[in-house]
């Protein structure tokens, strides 16, 4: 009944747009090239590549890091502007040659505001439309050659291509990303993702920090005795390179990661989890806890799994416009050879130790029948319990009486009934020796 909604709510509500990536450029990848009379420093060849479509909007200077296919002349000078090492950090780009690097700079320990902040505006292929929803994605990476750490990145949609001397933007951001705690992964590029409403006419994106997101909480990639000096080591500044950016209106669109309903299933069963087979959408197992073994294919919608014990799998899903969702799944693994325990000896002395017999299960979700026999096949103790045995096994237990009085020591047979968590229904007789 789920997959039958959402499918229908797709076909009614879902707009009918075209997926089109509404940023100019994403990848940052192209530019116009300016001989110089000289190789700088900083620069690999001759050229000065000056990106067509992103820029600074203030008087910051974030710093454009393209490789292209040129050769990379100055390799083992430090500050060269080459792909991956370069005057800013080491870090290839998340797609193509290209990838824009910004700062925020604190001068003074404890200092919980920035002096520069550094900025990029890019252009968009067409003005949003108001009271529509658009999702917005890209990927950062934070430099190790900058100790402050940052917890949030604003992203502010203008309608005029605004530049100010100043060194921050007074500008009120429609998005401020929080990442939830201090970025500091140096080694992978991170999808983040938000939605907005536009207000109608917005032509222009910028991403970077903004006066109305101060005071900045700032945290630190190394510890106070690592030798952080310049160069290349920026004591008081973070650095954060972004690449792949991307808006699409994604008006009257819903999706919900689906990893498939709980469930139980015999040790040495299959079964296979999700539902969704989107190809237009992006993949990703992992076991959380139990048989890490059982998850041959990571990256297929529906992964067909054996799991030896009791296994979590988690399911992370990147839809067509960029956004995540999580969902998990559990699946209980049976022993269906032997799914309950009854012991064989019990002693109902009242020391406080075995003086009940119990029907002994993680796998039952109702006890229809525990009955006692004496030798001459008369009933002396019969109970059921609706209660999962994995829950609580003191609902339904023998305490070794009969008609209220002590039974006499002796062997007696007993009968289980019992429904597991996978609907099987099991029986199980056997003997029992009471003692005293």
Not at 295 to 305: G, K, Q, Y
Not at 312 to 323: F, I, R
Request: charged share 20%; hydrophobic share 35%.
């Amino acid at each position: 009944m789920k997959k039958i909604l959402f499918i229908l709510f797709l076909t009614v509500a879902f707009n009918s747009k075209a997926q089109i990536n509404l940023v100019v450029d994403p990848s940052m990848e192209e530019y116009d090239s300016v001989l110089l009379p000289s190789i700088p420093p900083n620069f690999c060849d001759s050229f000065e590549r000056i990106p067509k479509f992103w820029r600074s909007p203030h008087s910051g200077s974030p710093d454009y890091i393209v490789g292209d296919s040129n050769p990379c002349y100055f390799s083992w000078w430090p500050y060269s502007c080459c792909l991956p090492s370069n005057y800013r950090g080491i870090q290839w780009p998340k797609s193509g040659y290209a990838y824009y690097f910004f700062a925020s700079f604190a001068y003074y320990i404890g200092y919980d505001t920035t002096r520069q902040d550094e900025s990029i505006i890019g252009d968009l292929t067409q003005p949003l439309e108001p009271g529509r929803t658009y999702c917005l994605s890209f990927y950062l990476n934070q430099s190790e050659y900058f100790d402050l750490l940052l917890d949030q990145i604003g992203v502010f949609f203008s309608k005029t291509n605004y530049y100010t001397p100043w060194p921050t933007i007074d500008s009120i951001p429609q998005l401020v990303i929080h990442f939830g705690e201090f970025f500091r992964d140096t080694s992978c590029w991170v999808l983040f993702n938000g939605k907005f409403t536009a207000s109608g006419g917005e032509k222009y994106i910028t991403f970077g920090t903004f006066e109305s997101q101060k005071p900045y909480s700032f945290g630190n990639l190394y510890p106070p005795e690592y030798d952080c000096s310049y160069p290349p080591c920026w004591r008081y500044a973070s650095g954060l390179f972004i690449d792949m950016a991307s808006l699409y209106d994604c008006t009257g669109f819903y999706y919900e990661a689906e990893a498939g309903e709980n469930r139980s299933l015999c040790k040495g069963e299959e079964t296979t989890l999700g539902w969704d087979e989107n190809t237009a959408r992006t993949f990703n197992w992992n076991v959380v806890s139990g048989d890490s073994a059982s998850l041959d294919n990571d990256s297929i919608p529906r992964p067909t799994v054996i799991p030896q014990k009791t296994t979590v799998y988690a399911l992370y899903v990147v839809d067509e416009y960029v956004q995540e969702h999580f969902d998990t799944v559990t699946v209980e693994v049976i022993d269906c050879e032997n799914p309950v325990f009854v012991p064989n000896i019990f002693s109902p002395n009242n020391d406080g130790q075995n003086d009940v017999l119990y029907v002994r299960s993680s796998y039952v979700q109702e006890l229809t029948a525990f009955r006692i026999f004496n030798r001459w096949g008369e009933e002396v103790f019969s109970c059921r319990t609706s209660t999962p045995l994995s829950v609580t096994s003191f609902e339904c237990g023998w305490d070794g009486t009969c008609r209220g009085e002590p039974a006499p020591q002796a062997v007696y047979t007993y009968y289980v009934e019992a429904v597991l968590l996978n609907g099987e229904t099991v029986v199980k007789r056997g003997n029992v020796t009471l003692v005293r």
